[in-house]
Structures are given as structure tokens and as C-alpha cells.
T-cell receptor, first 117, second 115 residues
Framework: AQKITQTQPGMFVQEKEAVTLDCTYD???????LFWYKQPSSGEMIFLIYQGSYDQQNATEGRYSLNFQKARKSANLVISASQLGDSAMYFC??????????????FGSGTRLLVRP | ETGVTQSPTHLIKTRGQQVTLRCSSQ?????VSWYQQALGQGPQFIFQYYREEENGRGNFPPRFSGLQFPNYSSELNVNALELDDSALYLC??????????????FGSGTQLSVL
């Protein structure tokens, strides 16, 4: 079964500091993609970063980086230099290859991040 | 480039009623998928439409149905509403909906409350 697990319901971080949000995944497909989305109170899911299962290097997008450890099946999101606007829900998601599953994203339960001034 | 738009933003219905939610996909995208997000949970996949045909469905009963139109906009219909249908319904569009590296572009959702 394919599954995403986010074990941190809530996190606090001081403004300007870095924070790591945890994500572990489970799939038997060798080809898969891992995504992180941000959901502010407005409800829209905003794409942050993507990591492919065959990518040799960790993905980076500005202040966001993905710590991809394939053997441990983890894909943690690192936010550097936190800003007040980073306060939101963060979801880890996976799309696995294969005819039966490649069309949907499987989401974790999310982590609520609060940035303190 | 216009983004994904959903209407209405909020809706209140009573148990047993029917509801239709609407979504306009992002320009250039021919795939639309719908997700249900209950309070405090991650989104759950309902179904996906590619070029007006349903090509994937999650674990939702048949009273959840959809349409995709030639302009790639989409509707989600829910019949015989139940209290547990109260949730944020998110629409997402993408180019093909079938590549592992393809990101989805989401709308802001429709918040449905069933009383």
C-alpha cells in the first residue's frame, strides 16, 4: 500500500531560523515523485518543491530544500530563514508510477507550522 | 496565465440535498482532478478527468460524480448529501495527470457544510 506519514501535527520556529518538517513514505513502485505543498488559511494548495525517485541530488527551490534519503524512505522539507508568512499547513505528497496509481497524489496528514516573531 | 478557479467559495446544504461544485482549469491544462479535504486531514483523491473522460477514481461512492467539458472546466456533483460530506473540496489541474513528476495546480477550494 502507498502511504505518506507526517508525524509532527504542529511545529514552532523562531523567525529567521531554519526548520525541518518530517515526511516518510511507503511504496513498492521504483518510480515515484514526492511533493511538498503549503496550504495557508485561504485554502489553496501551493506547490513548493518536487523530488523524483531517480534524482541523484536533493531538490532545492529558493529557501526550500528537500532532504531525500531513499533508503530510509524519507523526504523531509527544510525551510531556511523562516518568515512570518511561512505560517501555514504543510503537506507531503507522493505520486507513484504504474498504471493504477500514477494519476493521483497521496497526501499525508500535514504539519501546522507557526513562525514566532 | 490564469490559475485554477473554483465556485462557489462557500456553500451550506442540508442532508439529502444535491450539490454542484465548479472548477475552471489553468490555461493549457486538459486534466482536472478533485480532492476532498476533511477538517484536520490531508486531501483525499475523488476522481480525475482527462479530455472529458474519467480515468481514475478514489474510494468514493457513486453519489460522487463529475463532468469535464470541452473547454476542460469541470463539475463535481454530490447527491444525497450526508453530514460527513462536510469538507473543503479542492480542484486541481495539470497537463496530462499521469506523469510522476507532474505537479498539480490547485484552486482555493469550495467549503461545503452539510447541516
Amino acid at each position: 500500500a502507498q502511504k505518506i506519514t507526517q508525524t509532527q501535527p504542529g511545529m514552532f520556529v523562531q523567525e529567521k531560523e531554519a526548520v525541518t518538517l518530517d515526511c516518510t513514505y511507503d511504496t513498492s513502485d521504483p518510480s515515484y515523485g514526492l511533493f511538498w505543498y503549503k496550504q495557508p488559511s485561504s485554502g489553496e494548495m501551493i506547490f513548493l518543491i518536487y523530488q523524483g525517485s531517480y534524482d541523484q541530488q536533493n531538490a532545492t527551490e529558493g529557501r526550500y530544500s528537500l532532504n531525500f534519503q531513499k533508503a530510509r524512505k524519507s523526504a523531509n522539507l527544510v525551510i531556511s530563514a523562516s518568515q512570518l508568512g511561512d505560517s501555514a499547513m504543510y503537506f507531503c505528497a507522493m505520486r507513484a508510477g504504474g498504471m493504477d496509481s500514477s494519476y493521483k497524489l497521496i497526501f499525508g496528514s500535514g504539519t501546522r507550522l507557526l513562525v514566532r516573531p | 496565465e490564469t490559475g485554477v478557479t473554483q465556485s462557489p467559495t462557500h456553500l451550506i446544504k442540508t442532508r439529502g440535498q444535491q450539490v454542484t461544485l465548479r472548477c475552471s482549469s489553468q490555461s493549457g491544462h486538459n486534466t482536472v482532478s478533485w480532492y476532498q479535504q476533511a477538517l484536520g486531514q490531508g486531501p483525499q483523491f475523488i476522481f480525475q478527468y482527462y479530455r472529458e473522460e474519467e480515468n481514475g477514481r478514489g474510494n468514493f461512492p457513486p453519489r460522487f460524480s463529475g463532468l469535464q467539458f470541452p473547454n476542460y472546466s469541470s463539475e463535481l456533483n454530490v447527491n444525497a448529501l450526508e453530514l460527513d460530506d462536510s469538507a473543503l473540496y479542492l480542484c486541481a489541474s495539470s497537463r496530462t495527470g499521469a506523469a510522476t513528476n507532474e505537479k498539480l495546480f490547485f484552486g482555493s477550494g469550495t467549503q461545503l457544510s452539510v447541516l
